[in-house]
């Protein structure tokens, strides 16, 4: 049964109406002739997705919060065996210790928080996740710009805009249109374990905003001219902001800043 529209818009559902669509999803989240061993979807909704990506896993586990949809689901997929509908916040699950993938078209207002657990899941390979298309844009640097999420995990993810969604394909319909956001753990970090600390310092203190530029903000810690240095092994103008710097420059200015 359908939920009543406020409710909908309480939980920022917007269900996946094109099969066409999740078909498309569902062969990004796990490409033609591989399977997944494990994957977690996020926000089933009436499972249309889920009926795509079931045939493409070993085993799939799917958190619907809503969970006067839980028992339509749980009927819809009760002869395949390896599908488990779980009723509850995908939020407050434990990431399994194994290695796994998510996918799921994510609630518009609570896509922050599941990247945040994807990114802290260390056990995680990749998510693909359908979210609105501003946020796919600005994450995977699609406007020319970063955002502190992307370029301080970039060392152990790789972000990627996949594909785009008409706001049609959806039920209800949304005001803007989605875009599908692929985060992949790297299978050999840019940075050693070791480093990481003081990449996310370097990072964390470049988007500080204090001093109005890149170039001051990095000043608060480092003499000017190790930060001249850094700037010029990255190719760098001391005027860029810092939106404009691409992960691979961070990575340079961290060869020069981040002993």
């Not at 094109?18 to 979807?41: I, K, S, Y």
């Not at 819809?76 to 993938?101: E, K, N, Q, Y």
């Not at 370029?151 to 005001?175: D, I, K, M, N, Q």
Request: glycine fraction near 8%.
């Amino acid at each position: 049964m359908a939920r009543p529209t406020a409710t909908s818009r309480a939980l920022s559902q917007n269900f996946l109406a094109d099969r066409q669509t999740a078909e498309h999803l569902a062969r990004l989240a796990v490409p033609h002739g591989r399977q997944a061993p494990l994957l977690l979807e996020v926000g089933p909704g009436k499972g249309a997705l889920t009926d795509r990506l079931a045939p493409r896993c070993r085993e799939l586990r799917a958190y619907e919060i809503d969970r006067r949809l839980v028992p339509e689901l749980r009927s819809r997929f009760s002869s395949t065996a390896h599908v488990r509908v779980i009723g509850g916040d995908f939020l407050a699950v434990r990431p399994p210790r194994t290695p796994f993938s998510v996918a799921g078209n994510v609630p518009f207002s609570r896509t922050a928080a599941i990247v945040d657990w994807c990114l802290r899941a260390y056990a995680l390979t990749d998510a693909t996740l359908l979210t609105q298309l501003e946020y796919a844009r600005k994450r995977t640097g699609d406007y020319g710009s970063w955002t502190l999420v992307t370029v301080r995990s970039w060392p152990r993810h790789e972000w990627r805009l996949v594909g785009r969604v008409a706001r049609t394909r959806f039920r209800p319909v949304p005001r803007v249109d989605a875009g599908i956001v692929r985060i992949e753990r790297r299978r050999t970090p840019l940075l050693e374990p070791a480093a990481y600390d003081s990449w996310r310092h370097l990072v964390e203190l470049g988007f500080s905003g204090v001093g109005g530029s890149l170039h001051a903000s990095l000043r608060r810690a480092h003499p000017r001219r190790r930060v001249d240095a850094a700037f010029r092994t990255a190719g760098l103008d001391s005027r860029v902001l810092v939106g404009e710097v691409p992960p691979g420059r961070w990575l340079r200015l961290h060869e020069v800043l981040g002993g």
